[in-house]
């Protein structure tokens, strides 16, 4: 059986989920990047466990494969989301 490519910052974001139907996709975790306020409380903890679990690899290796600057990556996760 061969499964379709996840990259390891989706897998650390959806590890720490526990209901499977709240897992995020590639393109959910993309767009997430693009946003600037108005977060669910699945996204919210979803940048949280990347701001706590996810490594520096992780992000980079996200940034290079999606084409999302890393620096968007980094000013979305140092917002405050509570």
């Known amino acids: 059986m061969q499964?379709?490519?996840q990259p390891m910052l989706l897998?650390?974001?959806n590890n720490s989920i526990g209901n499977k139907k709240n897992h995020l996709t590639v393109e959910s975790l993309c767009q997430l990047f693009?946003?600037?306020s108005n977060y669910t409380n699945v996204e919210k903890y979803a940048l949280d466990t990347?701001?706590?679990e996810?490594?520096?690899q992780e992000?980079?290796?996200f940034s290079k494969d999606y084409h999302i600057p890393l620096s968007k990556l980094k000013h979305v996760l140092?917002?405050?989301l509570y």
């Open 3 to 5: 499964s379709k490519f």
């Open 11 to 13: 897998l650390t974001v």
């Open 34 to 36: 693009s946003k600037s």
């Open 50 to 52: 990347i701001k706590t």
């Open 54 to 56: 996810a490594t520096s």
């Open 59 to 61: 992000l980079s290796w």
């Open 78 to 80: 140092s917002t405050d």
